[in-house]
């Protein structure tokens, strides 16, 4: 099967630090990963589209240089949120998608919380 | 751009009995239909999906139709189990790397033993 693994699970920061989450593709290789937010009971939000090698493309009104995104390699995108604060807890989801494949594979997701 | 809508918001139904949940989307050019399942806490995980060039596909008790002309696409679980219980989203794409998907809003499922 196809496994995204995303680390850590849980993390408490306080305000004005920063986090970094990672999301890998553990058995395909995946040119393309998403970020998505998701507040309780919503449903997924885009954040932005990882590409391996190139600039991730932000969705409108997410902020690039608060929400850094980097895809280094094509099986592993990092999401750092920078200078977090409270408002920016919340569950994050990463995705990839197999190369050549339509099918999205998403990871367990991070559940972020700023205090 | 894409706009999936998905119903109900909410589906509560006996053990053993069929639930049903419903998409629509706007977008005649997207081709790939997928379900996921989310448990409380965790990622959606894929259970089903389908391509424009199909009609219907089934894995077991869950099947997926598709209406392309309608633009609609259905998700149909049979001989529900406890288990079942999660929140179902269903998502619409136009298909190869790099294409984002556009996910409807949820269903949440109780299964009543």
């Known amino acids: 099967g196809a496994v995204v693994s995303q680390h850590p699970s849980r993390v408490i920061c306080k305000s004005g630090t920063s986090v970094k989450i990672e999301c890998r593709s553990l058995d395909f290789q995946a040119t393309t990963m998403f970020w998505y937010r998701q507040f309780p009971k919503k449903s997924l939000m885009l954040m932005a589209t990882s590409n391996e090698g190139s600039k991730a493309t932000y969705e409108q009104g997410v902020e690039k240089d608060k929400f850094l995104i980097n895809h280094a390699s094509l099986t592993l995108s990092t999401l750092t949120v920078t200078s977090a604060h409270p408002e920016d807890s919340s569950f994050y989801i990463c995705?990839?998608?197999?190369?050549?494949?339509?099918?999205?594979?998403f990871g367990p997701g991070t559940r972020l919380t700023v205090t | 751009g894409e706009n999936v809508e998905q119903h109900p918001s909410t589906l509560s139904v006996q053990e053993g009995d069929s639930a049903v949940i419903k998409c629509t989307y706007s977008d005649s050019a997207s081709n790939y239909f997928p379900w996921y399942k989310q448990e409380l806490g965790k990622g959606p995980q894929l259970i089903i999906d389908i391509r424009s060039n199909v009609g219907e596909k089934k894995d077991q008790r869950i099947a997926v139709t598709l209406n392309k002309t309608a633009k609609h696409f259905s998700l149909h679980i049979t001989e529900t189990q406890p288990e079942d219980s999660a929140v179902y989203f269903c998502?619409?794409?136009?298909?190869?790397?790099?294409?984002?998907?556009?996910f409807g809003t949820g269903t949440s499922l109780t299964v009543i033993p």
């Open positions: 995705s990839a998608i197999r190369d050549f494949s339509y099918e999205q594979y």
């Open positions: 998502a619409a794409s136009f298909g190869g790397t790099g294409n984002q998907f556009y």
